[in-house]
């Protein structure tokens, strides 16, 4: 009998891999801080494997997040527009996303950020109406 992964679980480990890709951390790069192999990485990841508090603890440390981070989105009620926790990290994940958040990240002009925020939300909101 196979067991699925704990909704909570599986919630915090969808959190982890997205705030440790935000950072552009490996899998192995996060264990090595930790003192845990890559695959335990995957496994709490996730949600197969739950996490200890004190490794937590520490996790929160390693990324700069607060305990709360891992926890957002659970019970929340999500509009029919609104991407759900799970659509919104595997967005976040793609290969496309990143490139695009490296990218933004490395212009170092204030006004050419916003600039190219306010470029986006104007092209994004002109195919929502479409």
Do not use: W
Request: proline share 1%; glycine share 6%.
């Amino acid at each position: 009998m196979v067991k699925s992964a704990n909704p909570i679980d599986k919630n915090v480990g969808q959190r982890l891999r997205k705030r440790r890709i935000e950072l552009g951390m490996s899998q192995q790069a996060l264990g090595e801080i930790l003192g845990l192999s890559f695959q335990q990485v995957q496994k709490y990841e996730s949600g197969a494997n739950r996490i200890a508090a004190s490794r937590l603890y520490n996790i929160c440390l390693t990324l700069e997040v607060e305990v709360g981070y891992f926890f957002e989105g659970l019970g929340d009620e999500h509009s029919s527009d609104e991407l759900t926790d799970e659509q919104e990290n595997k967005l976040m994940t793609g290969r496309e996303a990143l490139e695009l958040l490296r990218s933004y990240v490395s212009i170092k002009d204030s006004e050419v950020r916003r600039a190219v925020r306010a470029f986006l939300s104007s092209v994004s909101k002109s195919q929502a109406n479409d």
